[in-house]
């Protein structure tokens, strides 16, 4: 507040003049060796990164510095780099975040030619939703498919049953009916939780209504009927009150606690149940999320890139292959509890012994990616959280609030 | 700073580059912080005055071929824009509030800590202090969990007298006072120190001849004391008018500006438009208006300042 925030804007503004005039110059990572390689990975930790590379530093003889960047400040630091013109040598991207740093020209394109002497970067090796041309940006390539993460329904199968449901719901309206027997259970309790800042659901729930949020032209379009239906979903769950609508609601906390009994979420909420809750072991599982037309999810994860002006393209390819092995990426799941992206790691045995593992890889079968529009979070995703939020939060008119969005997202280019 | 005045003051026949070199001295005094004041805050200013006419974007961060002067589009679309009127309405309702409540309070618990210089008021000094040298992230972190609707303490309390639960940081009204109280209690601990300091300067020997003339404490106070006060509160009154309209940290960390924009504050919303969408153009436009209000207000502050009395 005492600082002058305004200031700083311009003050990064003329950093950036400043640091950019000699950027060409300049050097490219902090590799001052050459054979040295700066790793940004995502995250508050880089401990586990660092294990996992040390075979490779061995092998090959580069040494590899990891920086964790924690994903609050991973916007900032990105802009810093390409202002600067000095980057790291690979950097994790958030799939979310794919299409504005592959805009910003930082990253080297990975053609076929380019990856050709490093077999394990060959398209065919990972996952359908996320290999080549799928996180293609304008026709060019220029990230690696590198951990995966999709969405699933949680469910606390101890209290559905009780509560006289058998089986977690296999359908969106089986999911609004339950979750009005769970609401139903009394004072405080609900059926389901929606994350008030999840921009993923509503689309999920539009392609699981068989539709699309993106016309055949490649632009961001919600005015469609299976949108339609999805705003009826959704609003109908805040409309049966089976909700909680207070946004600091802790969905862990919650599911803990059995106030909502139902979500859908990520892999990571497995982890923090049963590192906060293991007492409730037994008592929840997950199952592919519930569907309409079709059970599509989210897609979602990292993928990694190499920066533009690194002095150790070669390093850095050979680090990315060498992250691409199945059985580099099944050790990072067991350290990380990451998922792979690699197929052969994903139908490791190590892997499908664990029967939600299982469901996660069922589910990442028929998974989709965010549409690649230039801001999903800052602009589109934004515009569709605000506007269906408004509608059950502050109770605006749902045609304005749907026209208000239609009319900001519509001629988003997404390709 | 006046060399004519340093000519005066002179002896009436010197040489040349004597008059040279004493018209030079207050300049050399007054360069070092002029130097930094241009580099740190006029030349900023002037780029982000210049940017705002250009569509900069990451792209263009990255490669300046990219960016192009767009005119007063930026401008254009930021007076249209109803999440910039909004985060300028909420700025408006937050100084309004926070600010005569920091001055207002700070004052009177700087009044009451200098009654007695005993033990007990130098250990309530450093007390009122502490929030204010506490890390921001751990005051969020601290309110976030007083505020929480599911097991906050304040909800606790209220449902042990029987009071319904308050959604603290969920309610686009509630919200706006809920980070307002953050900021007040944040934001009083300088001020006190201040007030102290400027109390200090109040000259025991008026105080005492109006005790013997009989006049009351309440009397002592507001005839002699906050008179005296005129221009610590001038001060204070500038430097929270501005902090209040910089407001960040509090909804930054709190509530990042939810729920639906509804804590947003002017600077929050450059923040998010600069470096969270990466539109730097748009933002320092928006910046650019920042800085003329506050001017304006600032100036219009020291105007009223002018026709004062002084003792």
């Known amino acids: ?288 999320v519930p569907a309409a037309d079709k059970d599509t999810s989210l897609l979602a994860g990292s993928n990694l890139g190499v920066w533009g002006s690194t002095k150790n393209k070669a390093g850095a390819l050979q680090l990315l292959d060498y992250l691409s092995q199945p059985d580099v990426q099944v050790k990072w799941y067991e350290a990380d509890g990451q998922l792979p992206t690699v197929k052969k790691a994903l139908e490791d045995e190590k892997l499908a012994a664990d029967p939600m593992v299982a469901v996660y890889t069922k589910q990442l079968a028929s998974s989709r990616l965010l549409p690649l529009v230039p801001n999903w979070d800052g602009e589109t995703g934004k515009a569709l959280l605000d506007s269906l939020n408004s509608i059950v939060l502050t109770g605006a008119n749902r045609d304005d609030a749907l026209k208000t969005l239609f009319t900001t997202t519509s001629g988003t280019s997404a390709k | 700073m006046n060399p004519d005045g340093a000519r005066r003051h002179g002896p009436p026949r010197i040489a040349g580059h004597e008059a040279m070199k004493t018209r030079l001295v207050p300049y050399t005094f007054v360069a070092p912080a002029m130097l930094l004041l241009i580099a740190f805050g006029i030349l900023p200013i002037a780029v982000a005055l210049l940017v705002s006419f250009t569509d900069m974007n990451l792209a263009g961060l990255g490669d300046w071929s990219r960016i192009q002067f767009v005119g007063g589009d930026n401008y254009a679309t930021l007076f249209a824009d109803p999440a910039f009127w909004q985060a300028l309405g909420n700025t408006a309702l937050f100084a309004v509030i926070g600010v005569p409540s920091v001055i207002v309070l700070s004052l009177v618990i700087a009044l009451a800590l200098n009654r007695s210089q005993g033990r007990f008021f130098r250990a309530l000094r450093s007390f009122y202090f502490v929030p204010a040298i506490t890390a921001i992230v751990a005051v969020a972190l601290v309110w976030g969990y007083l505020y929480n609707t599911q097991f906050g303490l304040f909800n606790y309390l209220l449902s042990v007298v029987g009071l319904p639960p308050v959604p603290w940081l969920s309610d686009p009204t509630v919200v706006k006072f809920s980070v307002v109280l953050v900021a007040v209690w944040r934001g009083l601990g300088l001020n006190v120190i201040i007030f102290l300091a400027a109390l200090q300067g109040v000259p025991k020997e008026y105080l005492e001849a109006a005790a013997i003339d009989g006049a009351s404490g309440v009397r002592r106070t507001v005839s002699i004391v906050l008179p005296l006060l005129r221009f610590a509160i001038f001060f204070v009154t500038i430097t929270t008018v501005i902090a209040w309209l910089q407001f960040f940290d509090e909804p930054f960390v709190l509530t990042k500006g939810g729920p639906l924009g509804a804590s947003t504050s002017i600077a929050l919303f450059l923040y998010q438009k600069g470096f969270s969408s990466s539109q730097f153009g748009y933002a320092s436009a928006g910046s650019v208006v920042l800085v003329a209000i506050i001017a304006i207000i600032t100036v219009v502050q020291l105007r009223l300042r002018r026709s004062d009395v002084d003792y």
């Open chain 1, 1 to 288: 507040m005492k600082r002058m925030r305004w200031l700083a804007l311009g003050t990064a503004a003329l950093v950036a003049a400043t640091l950019a005039g000699c950027s060409s110059s300049g050097s490219g990572g902090d590799s001052s060796a050459g054979k040295d390689l700066t790793v940004w990975v995502m995250g508050d930790s880089s401990a586990h990164f660092d294990a996992l590379v040390k075979p490779f530093e061995e092998k090959s003889g580069i040494d590899v510095k990891t920086v964790a960047i924690p994903w609050d400040n991973v916007d900032q630091k990105f802009t810093t780099a390409v202002a600067s013109g000095s980057g790291p040598d690979v950097i994790q991207i958030g799939l979310s975040k794919l299409r504005t740093y592959a805009d910003s020209g930082a990253l080297l394109t990975l053609d076929d030619a380019a990856i050709s002497d490093y077999p394990n970067l060959a398209a065919s090796n990972f996952v359908d939703g996320v290999a080549g041309d799928a996180t293609a940006i304008g026709g060019k390539i220029v990230s690696m498919p590198w951990v995966s993460d999709t969405r699933v329904l949680f469910y606390r199968s101890d209290i559905l049953k009780t509560a006289g449901i058998d089986a977690p719901p296999a359908t969106w309206d089986e999911l609004r009916a339950d979750a009005k027997t769970l609401t139903a259970r009394g004072d405080g309790s609900y059926g389901y939780y929606v994350p008030q800042w999840d921009s993923a659901l509503p689309v999920i729930m539009t392609w699981d209504q068989g539709g699309e949020i993106v016309d055949s032209k490649g632009k961001i379009d919600f005015d469609t009927p299976a949108f339609d239906k999805a705003v009826d979903l959704y609003t109908g769950l805040y409309a049966d009150k089976s909700v909680p609508t207070n946004s600091d609601f802790d969905q862990t906390q919650g599911f803990i606690t059995g106030t909502t009994p139902m979500l859908v979420s990520g892999p990571y909420l497995a982890a923090a149940i049963a590192q906060a809750a293991p007492e409730l072991e037994g008592k929840w599982n997950v199952t592919t």
